[in-house]
């Protein structure tokens, strides 16, 4: 971002990512970051159940986790409830799907 702003893009062409600006990178991108635009299924500050993981993990890391963490965290506990669903029968793949 700060390239981009640098180079005199930021002014011209508009940033719309999905993992380029959020939590994790604003830190290293400050102002640079102000105008892009960031969409993302996580928010740090979303209030949820999984609010109690995101602070271990900031703990953990001494750092805000990015959004690839916690998408292989809903990835992780998908999959734990459909193997729980199927009770652990993973040879019918209809029901695991289903599940």
């Known amino acids: 971002m700060k390239q ?5 893009l930021a002014d011209k ?12 990178t604003l830190p290293a991108q400050q102002d640079a970051a102000v ?6 299924n996580w ?6 159940a999984e609010q109690e993981v995101r ?3 900031r703990g953990r890391l001494n750092s ?6 916690f998408q292989a965290y809903d990835a992780a506990m998908l ?5 729980k669903t199927v009770k ?4 019918n793949k209809e029901a695991v799907t289903s599940a």
């Open 4 to 8: 981009y702003k640098q180079a005199g």
């Open 13 to 24: 062409i508009p940033v719309l990512s999905a993992f380029t600006v959020d939590e994790s």
């Open 35 to 40: 105008g892009m635009f960031g969409g993302s």
């Open 43 to 48: 928010a740090q500050s979303r209030q949820s």
């Open 55 to 57: 602070r271990q993990l």
């Open 64 to 69: 805000v986790p990015g959004t690839y963490a």
């Open 79 to 83: 999959i734990d409830s459909a193997v």
């Open 88 to 91: 652990g029968d993973l040879t």
